[in-house]
């Protein structure tokens, strides 16, 4: 028979076997828990010593859209806004560029009042959308440009798409939803974030 310690290491082992087992697979080809896992861990201990009004221990975060990916369509799956599917961000030098599948069913629009026969008027179901932006940040403040927006392959105002995101993000903390065109404060005593093709950088 094992020592106790032996035995005790073999069932913690398989303890997390168990618990790794039910996780879902990743939805498509890309993800992986394992990027997903190194990002949150470099994500938990950044807030750890933010939360305890310590010095970031790190200068930089090095985020690369593997891992975003993983982590935002695996890690926080279940805060994903309903009737959003297929989440892809795209890093590249400028910013970001991000496609999904909308369900703009679940998440109505306002549309014109006079019921005039519109482009409106064809936005239902499920719909593919795509942004891309370019994000200026320092001083721990940044901005986002959107330069590109299409939604079910028409090329529509950023009006429309600032309605869109405030509607899909809106909650019991944020009633009003996430404006995209304000400029937003960066999370755990961010800095700046700069870009670069395949990854972000995040410097403290």
Request: aromatic share 6%; glycine share 8%; charged share 20%.
């Given at each position: 028979?094992?020592?106790?310690?032996?035995?005790?290491?073999?069932?913690?082992?398989?303890?997390?076997?168990?618990?790794?087992?039910?996780?879902?697979?990743?939805?498509?080809?890309?993800?992986?828990?394992?990027?997903?896992?190194?990002?949150?861990?470099?994500?938990?201990?950044?807030?750890?010593?933010?939360?305890?009004?310590?010095?970031?221990?790190?200068?930089?975060?090095?985020?690369?859209?593997?891992?975003?990916?993983?982590?935002?369509?695996?890690?926080l799956a279940s805060q994903i806004p309903a009737g959003v599917t297929d989440l892809h961000v795209g890093l590249d030098g400028e910013?970001?560029?991000?496609?999904?599948?909308?369900?703009?069913?679940?998440?109505?629009?306002?549309?014109?009042?006079?019921g005039a026969w519109s482009l409106y008027s064809l936005l239902t179901g499920v719909v593919p959308v795509a942004l891309a932006g370019?994000?200026?940040?320092?001083?721990?403040?940044?901005?986002?440009?959107?330069?590109?927006?299409?939604?079910?392959?028409?090329?529509?105002?950023?009006?429309?798409?600032?309605?869109?995101?405030?509607?899909?993000?809106?909650?019991?903390?944020?009633?009003?939803?996430?404006?995209?065109?304000?400029?937003?404060?960066?999370?755990?005593?961010?800095?700046?974030?700069?870009?670069?093709?395949?990854?972000a950088v995040l410097y403290f």
């Amino acid at each position: 028979m094992g020592s106790l310690p032996s035995v005790a290491l073999a069932l913690l082992l398989l303890g997390q076997a168990e618990a790794a087992s039910v996780r879902p697979a990743p939805p498509r080809a890309g993800l992986a828990w394992a990027d997903a896992d190194t990002l949150s861990r470099a994500l938990q201990e950044v807030e750890a010593s933010y939360r305890a009004g310590k010095p970031i221990a790190r200068r930089r975060v090095v985020i690369t859209e593997r891992q975003l990916n993983s982590y935002l369509n695996l890690t926080l799956a279940s805060q994903i806004p309903a009737g959003v599917t297929d989440l892809h961000v795209g890093l590249d030098g400028e910013g970001l560029r991000a496609r999904a599948n909308v369900d703009l069913d679940r998440v109505p629009l306002q549309r014109p009042a006079d019921g005039a026969w519109s482009l409106y008027s064809l936005l239902t179901g499920v719909v593919p959308v795509a942004l891309a932006g370019r994000v200026d940040s320092r001083d721990g403040v940044g901005t986002l440009e959107l330069t590109e927006a299409r939604l079910g392959g028409w090329s529509v105002p950023a009006a429309l798409v600032a309605q869109l995101v405030s509607s899909t993000t809106r909650n019991a903390a944020n009633p009003g939803g996430f404006d995209i065109r304000a400029p937003f404060r960066l999370p755990y005593a961010v800095k700046q974030v700069v870009f670069e093709p395949g990854r972000a950088v995040l410097y403290f």
